[in-house]
Structure formats: structure tokens, C-alpha cells
């Protein structure tokens, strides 16, 4: 976690995902800019736009990038990303930017996909027998395309050696973070995260495609519009026999027909939920931790943290310390033994 300053490679080609190579970058810039105003030492990383052929190229959204250098001419990288789009699932820059990543990758510490960037690492053979992600609408296809890979559809982001594979586009950002998060201790990513207005950690567990997401989906659904209701009042009674009452349907039917719909029963959407709010509101650290739970449905404080220790491992006190802002402002702001 020192001050070395170390250099973010990110391959641009033509139809690439715009956002699958601004996110990161982004990211790492507003580390930065925050590193530079509060530690000592200033900013911790270099970025270079890196082109196959040195040339400008467009996004499948019609941006265009200038990149910095050609990919014969890049200089060694500390950490390379590979973002996804279009472009890498054609065979010609497919080809192309497999060449290089099998000359450039092993002499980088680490190296990472974002989103459909995992098709460029595995033509590469670089992510053979390892656990990957990338955007879950493509994931059969990356492992009916490469069978060597282990493919889970499901996670943000994963880590498997020095190989990061991110989820669907905007997990890019959440992977740039976990990467600062790891290089710079999480003080500087939380306070990348708030300067962005994303989460540090996601709440919910690591899914790309959440239940509320996957409900919203079903919007001919009956349940639809009863889930939005329910995120929207988690200090309610959300029993199930209120639930089904809402629903009008008897507590047995209403049981089974969520569980259908859903794929989990009533009791485990509402925990969900309740969950990833005390989460939000933990890391916020604007209220008592007894008012969160209140706020949230629980019927006592060792109710709530009996729930949420049982779910995380930590109680709700130490979930704040690791990850409220007074945490991370106090570990930005305060100078290490050596610079005291």
C-alpha cells in the first residue's frame, strides 16, 4: 500500500464498450485526484490508453478515443485491462489483441477483463482452468466458445490468481475499485467510491442481476409492482400473511407463487432486503445503529444484529467501522508511522 505510482495499461480497439473503458478509468482518476489532495506522495497511478495499431478507433457507441501509444510501442505495465465490446468478438481484433496479450500479460502483476473483455483473455489462453465472469448475457457463450474456462454468470467480479475477470459494464468500476481498494487500502476506495456516487460494496452479495432487477424484469408479473412496494417499505409488516393479503391471495398460495416467481420465498426477499438498506445506511454512519433497526422492521437491536451477523459474519458495529466514512477519512487523512 506505499506510494509507488503505478502504470494502468487499458486496450482500446475498434467497437469497444465505451463505458467498459472510461469506468475503470475514471476510477483510477478520481483516486488520483483524492490521493493527491490527502496523501502523501500525491497520486498513485499512471494511465495509458493503449491502441492495436496506434491509430484513433471508434466505440460501438461512436466515440472516438486517441490512444496514447501503439500496442508494439506500450511500455511494461504494472496492471493491464482488457475491456469488452463488439470489436473483441470479431475475429480479426480478436486475433490481434490475443497476440499481444500472450507477449504482454505474463510481465504484468496482474490482468483484468471487463465485461465481454474475458473473450479476449481466453483466446489468448491466459484464462484457461481458472473460475470467470463476464456480462451474464454472454456467459454461455464464452463457455460454450471456451470449455477450459470454469464460466459463473453470477459474480461482480472475480479473482483467480493474478487474472481478474468483471461483470457486465458498469462491474468495471467495481472492479477498479476492489483493484485500488487492494493497492491502496480502503480508505482511498471508499473515497473514490462517494466522490463517484457508487458503492464501495455493492449490497446484496456480488450478483450482477439482483432479485429486485430480476423481478423489475417480469413486469407482467403480479409480483412486480408488490416488490418495489416492499423495498420501499422495509419498516412495514412484511409477514407473509400481510403480504399475501396485499396480494390477495391466501398466505399458502401467495407462498408458492412468489417462490415461483422469484425463486425464493417471501421470508428470504424480505431478509434480502432488509439487508442490503442496513448495509447502505451503515456505511452512510449518519444514524444510530438501534434507529436503523427500527427504521428497518427489526423488533430489537440483538434482533438486528444476530440477523445481520448471521448473514455477514460481522456485527452491524464493525460492518460501520470497516466501511463508514469516518473510517475512511480518518485512514486518508491520517499519516502513516513513517511520514508522522
Known amino acids: 500500500m506505499g506510494g509507488a505510482v503505478r502504470r494502468i495499461g487499458v486496450l482500446g480497439f475498434d467497437k469497444v464498450n465505451a463505458l467498459d473503458l472510461t469506468g475503470p478509468l475514471e476510477a483510477f482518476t478520481n483516486a488520483n485526484e483524492l490521493a493527491g489532495e ?23 457507441s461512436g466515440v472516438i478515443f486517441k490512444p496514447h501509444c501503439a500496442a508494439a510501442d506500450a511500455p511494461p505495465l504494472d496492471t493491464l ?7 473483441l468478438r470479431e475475429p480479426r481484433v480478436s486475433a490481434a489483441a490475443a497476440d499481444w496479450l500472450r507477449q504482454r500479460a505474463p510481465a504484468a502483476r496482474r ?3 471487463v465485461c465481454t473483455g474475458a473473450f479476449g483473455l481466453a483466446a489468448a489462453g491466459l484464462l484457461d482452468g481458472r473460475r470467470v465472469t463476464t456480462h451474464w448475457r454472454f456467459a454461455p457463450r464464452l463457455a460454450q466458445q471456451f470449455p477450459a474456462l470454469k464460466v459463473d454468470a453470477r459474480p461482480l467480479y472475480l479473482k483467480d490468481g493474478k487474472y481478474y475477470t468483471g461483470g457486465g459494464i458498469t462491474a468495471g ?4 475499485l476492489a483493484l485500488i481498494e487492494e493497492d491502496c487500502g480502503p480508505g482511498l476506495a471508499l473515497a473514490t467510491a462517494r466522490e463517484m456516487i457508487v458503492y464501495l460494496k455493492r449490497p446484496g ?3 450482477q442481476y439482483s432479485e429486485p432487477l430480476r423481478a423489475q424484469v417480469h413486469g407482467a408479473d403480479r409480483f412486480a409492482e408488490l416488490v418495489a412496494w ?26 408458492r407463487r412468489f417462490q415461483a416467481s422469484l425463486g425464493c420465498s417471501p421470508a428470504r426477499y424480505v431478509e434480502d432486503a432488509r439487508m442490503r438498506e442496513a448495509c447502505r445506511r451503515l456505511s452512510l454512519g449518519r ?4 434507529d436503523i433497526a427500527g427504521a428497518l422492521g427489526f423488533h430489537s437491536d440483538d434482533v438486528f444484529r444476530r440477523a445481520f451477523e448471521r448473514r455477514f459474519g460481522i456485527t452491524p458495529s464493525h460492518y460501520r467501522e470497516r466501511f463508514g466514512p469516518a473510517t475512511g477519512a480518518r485512514k486518508l487523512r491520517s499519516p502513516s508511522r513513517n511520514q508522522a
Do not use: K, M, W
Open 81 to 87: 485491462i482488457v475491456p469488452g465490446g463488439r470489436g
Open 205 to 207: 452479495g456480488q450478483e
Open 287 to 290: 444514524r444510530q445503529i438501534g
Open 173 to 176: 468500476i467495481d472492479l477498479a
Open 111 to 113: 490482468v483484468a477483463s
Open 230 to 255: 416492499i423495498d420501499a417499505h422495509l419498516g412495514a409488516d412484511l409477514s407473509v400473511e400481510a403480504l399475501a393479503q396485499r396480494a390477495c391471495l391466501s398466505p399458502r398460495q401467495f407462498n
Open 38 to 60: 490527502t496523501l502523501v506522495g500525491g497520486p498513485r497511478y499512471e494511465l495509458l490508453v493503449i491502441g492495436l495499431d496506434g491509430r484513433a478507433f471508434a466505440a460501438e
